[in-house]
């Protein structure tokens, strides 16, 4: 089996084996699927891909989880207008019901979440409503009413949500349903669901089932074996079964980020299959999930037998254009998805519209510009080799312009290839080595090793400055005597003198922690020193928050929170406490700061005031994140092209984005 082969989904073939599946977009307008979901899954449908599963949508309005979360009796005109675009590129188009049940939120609601039985909601501690009778044949109408509604708007059918966010799946595990009635029979609800929603789109539509097979909650949850078992039972009303795992306890499980390997549920996926296909044949059709996001490995999986159809969803978020890359025999080409989850998880109180640090026109594809379309005559001289000056390379030689990359490192990637030196970061070089590679083949000319000043620029036709940032002082009073150190040098495997190490992490982020880890993982006596109430406190957008936490702790790393760095003299750190202001010392052969860099902005400054025509992108405007390091180095390339077309050829000063 290939990737780019069709495959049977009940009474439909899809063209491709490739599924983008159900995820949080924040696209909504208010609780309706509007047209810049259209736009998103057109985009990927134009790609290739086979499947589409619609962001979930709520069969009741009082699941409302987060706050653009779909609602059911709302979504019908956006169904259609999802349907139709993608259908005109032969992608079957599903939609995604579900019910949070006690995994919700009352925030938007204003009325109690509904469970199986009154276990407290793990991150708010809420205790929802046990549901009475009449709540239960409430759910099972609007799941089958939600299910009519969806074929009859144009979808090809309907996926039921059994998986980590899930009422039904609440009612199917034993660390949820304590009830003494009889839904104690624990897939009671689940199938008659699922008997109900087949009878009410007719054998002409698909049914698909998202099951957690593993909950990762041994002592009261489903387990493997029984996850199997749970699967071949169930799919005798569906047509396909995608296996997930998590539950309650490991919502995070699903999508981790890069510290836990791509494919980790693949196993898993091979057992399910082998159960279904004992009970029902080749009729019932597995799709695996679980950061797939290398073709490679889902090819393998497919051929040893794992699955009938791979669930790539973060994958497609990075590349809408990854089957007919694949097809067209350049898988090469594929932009990677580096598991950061940096911007693809969105459901936050910031309420961000999902997009990708590798692409940020995702999400954006109605207001983002499309490059394709803008053309540069003017040679381009680019400074910095690092994503901004890369991606600004990138985009100006298929613009059409003779590109000049000078990069003062003897290889490009800048800070991100730095960062992913860090412990389970090792992806952020995929990125880099990719764009690298692009520039490359479309004839970009990189000059390594070398340093230039305003006036080796002096008659450049245009220039991208990308010159990344520079370390900040410390913040802290520090004697010379005192060690020193930021975080690149560490990743970049400077040499620390012997004996223990305090990280100091004034950030929150994943640097310092990175560093931490690594450390750690050479049998340093590590101390991570932090002023916040938990370690790496901007962890949680991505979900790494606790399994760092749980990783440092493991690891053996001292953890010193509500902690402020005051001092550091030879062989010692200062320290005091947030709230009490008690000050003490910490043994530190070396202090490694991961606090924040500082723009490398002279040769802006200086080719600006000479009136070159200029820009600049990236952590040379601020140090921030690989995504607005992207964003800008595209949109620089705009900027120039704009620039030449306001002057009429004749070159310009341009003010920075």
């Not at 998880?345 to 983002?368: F, K, S």
């Amino acid at each position: 089996m290939s990737l780019v082969d069709p495959f049977q989904l009940g009474p439909l073939r899809a063209p491709s084996r490739v599924v983008f599946g159900p995820h949080e977009t924040n696209l909504a307008w208010g609780r309706a699927i509007g047209e810049r979901h259209v736009a998103y899954y057109e985009r990927r449908a134009a790609g290739g891909t086979g499947v589409i599963v619609v962001e979930e949508a709520a069969v009741l309005a009082n699941d409302w989880a987060y706050e653009r979360s779909p609602l059911a009796t709302e979504a019908g005109p956006g169904w259609s207008a999802v349907a139709a675009a993608c259908h005109r590129h032969g992608t079957l188009v599903i939609a995604a019901l579900g019910h949070s049940g006690g995994q919700g939120s009352s925030a938007y609601s204003q009325q109690p979440m509904w469970a199986p039985s009154r276990v407290p909601e793990v991150n708010t501690r809420e205790v929802p409503k046990s549901m009475e009778p009449a709540d239960i044949e409430e759910l099972v109408a609007a799941f089958v009413d939600s299910a009519r509604l969806a074929v009859e708007s144009g979808c090809d059918g309907v996926e039921i949500n059994v998986g980590q966010f899930s009422l039904l799946r609440q009612f199917l595990s034993g660390l949820t349903n304590q009830r003494g009635d009889e839904w104690a029979d624990r897939p009671a609800l689940a199938r008659r669901v699922l008997t109900e929603v087949r009878a009410a789109v007719g054998p002409e539509h698909v049914v698909g089932l998202r099951l957690s097979c593993d909950e990762l909650a041994p002592w009261a949850g489903i387990v493997p074996e029984a996850g199997a078992e749970l699967a071949a039972e169930l799919a005798a009303h569906v047509d396909y079964v995608t296996v997930v795992r998590g539950a309650i306890f490991s919502t995070a499980a699903t999508r981790p980020d890069g510290h836990v390997d791509p494919g980790f549920n693949l196993d898993l996926a091979g057992q399910v299959r082998s159960a279904v296909r004992e009970a029902h044949g080749d009729r019932v059709a597995v799709i695996a999930q679980g950061s797939i996001v290398d073709v490679g490995q889902a090819e393998w999986a497919l051929d040893d037998g794992r699955c009938d159809g791979v669930e790539m969803t973060r994958a497609q978020i990075a590349d809408a254009e990854l089957v007919a890359k694949l097809r067209a025999g350049t898988p090469e080409r594929i932009r990677p998805c580096i598991l950061c989850n940096q911007t693809c998880m969105v459901r936050d109180a910031r309420n961000p519209i999902v997009t990708c640090v590798v692409d940020p026109r995702t999400g954006h594809e109605l207001d983002d510009t499309d490059l394709a379309a803008i053309r540069v005559a003017t040679p381009v001289t680019v400074v910095g080799g690092g994503v901004a000056g890369l991606e600004a390379a990138r985009v100006a030689a298929e613009a059409g312009s003779d590109v000049t990359l000078i990069d003062a490192a003897s290889q490009p990637g800048g800070m991100l290839r730095t960062a992913a030196a860090g412990a389970g970061r090792h992806r952020l070089a995929v990125f880099v080595d990719w764009l690298d590679a692009e520039c490359r083949r479309l004839g970009v000319r990189i000059e390594s090793g070398r340093t230039v000043s305003s006036a080796d620029l002096a008659g450049a036709p245009a220039v991208v400055v990308a010159t990344g940032s520079v370390v900040a002082p410390l913040s802290v009073p520090s004697t010379r005597a005192a060690v020193v150190m930021t975080a690149p040098e560490v990743l970049d495997g400077a040499k620390l003198p012997a004996g223990p190490v305090l990280v100091w992490d004034p950030i929150g982020g994943p640097i310092a922690v990175s560093v931490a880890e690594r450390l750690a993982a050479e049998a340093r006596a590590v101390t991570f020193v932090t002023p916040d109430n938990i370690v790496g406190n901007e962890l949680s957008r991505s979900g790494d928050l606790a399994p760092a936490n749980a990783r440092l702790q493991q690891a053996g790393v001292v953890l010193e929170r509500r902690t402020i760095l005051r001092s550091v003299k030879k062989g010692v750190a200062e320290v005091e406490d947030r709230f009490s202001g008690e000050r003490r010392n910490l043994k530190a052969a070396v202090v490694v700061d991961c606090g924040h860099r500082l723009p490398a902005e002279d040769l802006y400054a200086e080719l600006a005031a000479s009136g070159t025509l200029v820009v600049r992108a990236g952590d040379s405007v601020a140090p921030r994140t690989v995504l607005e390091a992207v964003r800008e180095g595209r949109l620089s390339v705009a900027a120039l092209a704009g620039a030449a077309r306001a002057s009429d050829g004749v070159p310009m000063p341009v003010a920075s984005h």
